[in-house]
């Protein structure tokens, strides 16, 4: 704005000029008379320069109160867009501030890029980490000697541990009654193979043995063939024609008995053909068995039973 002049020697004309270039300078009174905020009440110029005037030392000692809670910048280009800063209504003093460094602000409804910055006791959900991850909370330790609860271990020592337990830890040992095996989790297979009269057979997570029909078991009913039991235990047992014990024969002839001597000569108990059902009782006592044989008559016989009692 020009400084302006009427001279004692202008003309009405040159006054009129610098009257007209005046207004131009201030401008229209009516926006004067329309502003609000701090020059709301002016009425002139000069007023309004007054009221502004009072605030400017507030501004300069930084201890200007912007109204409202807005602040509001039209950016390189004077048009229609500004980008307005707004405050929550305070419930106390708060203090907002900007460091010393040239940056952009984060939002946090975008999808910004924050470059070597600590965060210190976040909670991050979904977090997705394209490059790595590195810190004091990262550690590689191939045998987890840590044995931390709050870090997390690299992909490498976790492999380097895995594998190193499979092959001291999870080795497999196994013992028979002719020898021993060892199985390396990581690299052999246990095999486990029939004999004779057993076969195997797997299905999904299950191994089953089966004995083949020639393999007695305790609850089968089975026959057997020349087979010698010692000291057995026998409960209830039907003796068949032909059977045989130690010393002892049981035939169609009877029941035949070896003696102590393994010789041509056998005692053979038979029993006639019954026509009726009959008990004989051995008592419970030691005796010797009398027999036509040892006595010359049956009358002696009889006597000497009686002699007996």
Same mark, same amino acid.
């Given at each position: ?28 009174? =009516?926006?004067?008379?329309? *502003?609000?905020?701090?020059? %709301? ?16 030392? !507030? ?15 039209? &950016? ?46 976040? +909670?991050?959900? =979904? ?13 590689? !330790? ?13 992909? $490498?020592?976790?492999? %380097? ?26 690299? !052999? ?5 029939? &004999? ?5 057979? *797997? ?17 089968? #009913? $089975? ?14 047992? #039907? ?14 002839? &009877?029941?035949?008995? !070896? ?10 108990? #038979? *029993?006639?053909?019954?026509? $009726? ?14 027999? +036509?044989?040892?006595? *010359?008559? $049956?009358? =002696? ?9």
């Amino acid at each position: 704005m020009a400084d302006r002049s009427v001279l004692t020697t202008s003309t009405f004309n040159d006054f009129r000029r610098e009257v007209n270039g005046t207004a131009r300078d201030i401008g229209d009174i =009516s926006d004067l008379l329309g *502003a609000s905020s701090y020059i %709301a009440s002016a009425t002139d110029v000069v007023e309004a320069i007054v009221l502004l005037n009072a605030e400017l030392p !507030e501004i300069k000692t930084d201890a200007f109160i912007f109204p409202g809670r807005v602040m509001s910048f039209e &950016g390189a280009t004077d048009d229609a867009f500004e980008t307005t800063l707004t405050f929550a209504e305070p419930t106390a003093d708060r203090t907002h501030t900007l460091p010393d460094a040239d940056g952009s602000i984060l939002l946090t409804d975008n999808a910004d890029t924050s470059t070597n910055k600590t965060i210190t006791t976040p +909670t991050i959900t =979904s977090a997705v980490l394209n490059t790595g991850a590195s810190g004091s909370a990262v550690l590689d !330790e191939d045998d987890m000697s840590s044995d931390s609860a709050t870090k997390v271990a690299t992909q $490498q020592s976790i492999k %380097a541990y895995v594998d190193n337990s499979i092959d001291t830890e999870m080795d497999v040992n196994i013992t028979s009654d002719s020898g021993s095996v060892a199985i390396i989790m990581d690299s !052999e297979t246990l095999t486990i193979a029939g &004999g004779t009269n057993v076969t195997t057979a *797997a299905s999904g997570n299950t191994v089953t043995i089966n004995l083949s029909a020639n393999v007695v078991t305790t609850t089968g #009913t $089975q026959t057997l063939t020349n087979k010698t039991f010692t000291s057995p235990t026998i409960s209830a047992h #039907t003796f068949s024609s032909g059977t045989t014990t130690a010393g002892m024969s049981i035939g169609a002839s &009877g029941i035949v008995f !070896e003696g102590a001597t393994a010789d041509a000569h056998e005692t053979t108990l #038979t *029993a006639e053909d019954p026509t $009726q059902d009959n008990t004989i009782t051995i008592p419970d006592s030691t005796m010797t068995a009398i027999t +036509t044989a040892t006595h *010359a008559s $049956q009358a =002696s016989h009889i006597v000497r039973c009686i002699a007996l009692g």
